[in-house]
């Protein structure tokens, strides 16, 4: 069984800085492209970043480029988010994905920006 365990949420000032991880389980992780989502309330999820099966390329929105950071340490089958410089419309529902498709989520962990 597939599970994805996303965690590192909380509320924070604007300004600051907070690391997510994402811990996964019953798959080859190593053999994964991952991502991370958000969603904001009354919104659609939308894309944040994504890095390749190696680690070596990463991708991100426009909005989060220079502010965002995904990671990963194949060894302990963790993917990671550093969120620097944090924005009050960076609050959302975060969720981390394995493989760019609808199979395998996580159950998303809370980031709260606050003004």
């Known amino acids: 069984q597939v599970q994805l365990v996303e965690s590192g949420g909380g509320l924070v000032q604007a300004g600051g800085s907070l690391k997510l991880s994402c811990a996964a389980s019953?798959?080859?992780?190593?053999?994964?492209?991952m991502g991370w989502f958000r969603q904001a309330p009354g919104k659609e999820r939308e894309f944040v970043a994504a890095i390749s099966i190696g680690g070596g390329y990463t991708y991100y929105a426009d909005s989060v480029k220079g502010r965002f950071t995904i990671s990963r340490d194949n060894a302990k089958n963790t993917m990671y988010l550093q969120m620097n410089s944090l924005k009050p419309e960076d609050t959302a529902v975060y969720y981390c994905?394995?493989?760019?498709?609808?199979?395998?989520w996580g159950q998303g962990t809370q980031v709260t920006v606050s003004s």
């Open positions: 019953g798959l080859t992780f190593s053999s994964y492209a």
């Open positions: 994905n394995a493989g760019g498709g609808d199979d395998y």
